[in-house]
Structures are given as structure tokens and as C-alpha cells.
């Protein structure tokens, strides 16, 4: 299994997220939940975040940040979730978890990623392809929680809410930190942006 060509790996994980989002628990089998399956879902993270910088178009004006500042951003953003499920994994006694959880969120981080970069370069209505992201991003973590980390009900929603909350203090410091590598003040720049907003609209 571990031989097996990479674009087969890819396929059977997209498979395996479609099996999970609808809840089919006895088709966990088509991810690989071995050393290798977790680096070759870290290729499919990395494959997924250079994509992403190539269509995403350029930055806003005057908001240049290092590149070194961007993969900073991203390690903590990406980082964050999996620090969270490590901790409560250690609490309940279930570390052995870990190493599917991340195999499965690495690969539903890839084909959401896909999605964005199909709306960068399609135009597709944003809107509403960020709401399914939304929503799917939801059903797959209730899924994982539940089916990977065999949390109980009121388990994965404290688990979801300190998620949440790490992810958005997370989110804080990743952008303090892109302003403070682009040498500009936030403030000072949001007045910018919104000078430049078109009038009457």
C-alpha cells in the first residue's frame, strides 16, 4: 500500500473525505494511516498552499510581507488545531489518534484549498463556494472528531469551541506578525484600503 503511485493515494483520500462527510465509518480504509500516508498528506498541504499563493493573486497595495513572514503565518494557522487535539487527546488517554486525525485533516485541508483555487481562477460566485467550504469544514470536523478521536457528543463540542477560540487567537498573532514583517501599522493601513474603496457604492 505504501508503494502505491501518489495520484492513487490522492484519489483513495478524496474518496475517504467523501465516505467521512457522509459518515460511513466502515470506509475509513481508503486513507493510510501509516507513516508514509502522514507524509505524503503533508505533500498534499504543501502541494494545496502553493497553489493557493499562485492564484490568489497579488497582495493589496503597499502590503508587501517577506515570504518568511507568510510561512510563519501559515505554520502557526496550521499548527494551532492540531496542538488543541493533541491536548485533549493527552487528557482522555488517546494519543494514538493523533497520527489518522492529522492524515485526515491534512487531506481535507488539500481539496478544500483545491476549491479556493478553483474559485481564484474560475470566477466562481465566492460567496457561495466560501459558505460550502464553511459548511463542510463543520461536518468534517464533527466527523473526525467523532469517528477519529472517539469524542462523546458534549466532548467534541467543548473540542470545537477551544478550536475555535485557538484558531482565532491563532489568526491574531499571524497577522500582527505579517504587519510587523511589512513594517506597517494596521491601523494605518485599513485607512489606506478604505480610501481607495470606490464612492457611492
Known amino acids: 500500500m505504501n508503494n502505491r503511485p501518489y495520484f492513487e493515494e490522492m484519489i483513495d483520500a478524496a474518496k475517504g473525505i467523501f465516505s467521512l462527510i457522509r459518515g460511513e465509518q466502515d470506509k475509513l480504509g481508503y486513507f493510510n494511516f501509516s507513516q508514509a500516508g502522514l507524509v505524503g498528506s503533508f505533500i498534499a498541504v504543501f502541494i494545496g498552499l502553493f497553489l493557493q499563493e499562485l ?3 497579488p497582495s493589496p497595495d503597499g502590503f508587501d510581507v517577506p515570504a518568511w513572514a507568510n510561512l510563519v503565518s501559515y505554520t502557526i494557522l496550521y499548527a494551532t488545531p492540531f496542538i488543541v487535539a493533541y491536548g485533549f487527546l493527552s487528557i482522555v488517554g488517546q494519543r494514538e489518534r493523533m497520527l ?11 481539496f478544500f484549498t ?9 470566477h466562481l460566485l465566492a460567496t457561495v463556494g466560501y459558505f460550502i467550504i464553511v459548511i463542510l469544514t463543520i461536518i468534517v470536523f464533527w466527523r473526525t ?12 463540542i467543548i473540542f ?6 485557538a484558531v482565532l487567537i491563532a489568526a491574531m498573532i499571524s497577522v500582527n506578525i505579517m504587519f510587523a514583517a511589512a513594517g506597517i501599522d494596521p491601523s494605518t493601513f485599513l485607512d489606506m484600503q478604505q480610501q481607495t474603496q470606490p464612492s457611492g457604492v
Open 55 to 57: 492564484f490568489s493573486g
Open 100 to 110: 489518522p486525525y492529522m492524515v485526515v485533516n491534512n487531506w481535507a485541508s488539500f
Open 114 to 122: 483545491l476549491i479556493i483555487v478553483a474559485i481564484f481562477i474560475f
Open 145 to 156: 472528531s467523532r469517528i477519529i478521536l472517539g469524542f462523546t457528543v458534549p466532548q467534541t
Open 160 to 165: 470545537f469551541v477551544a478550536t475555535i477560540m
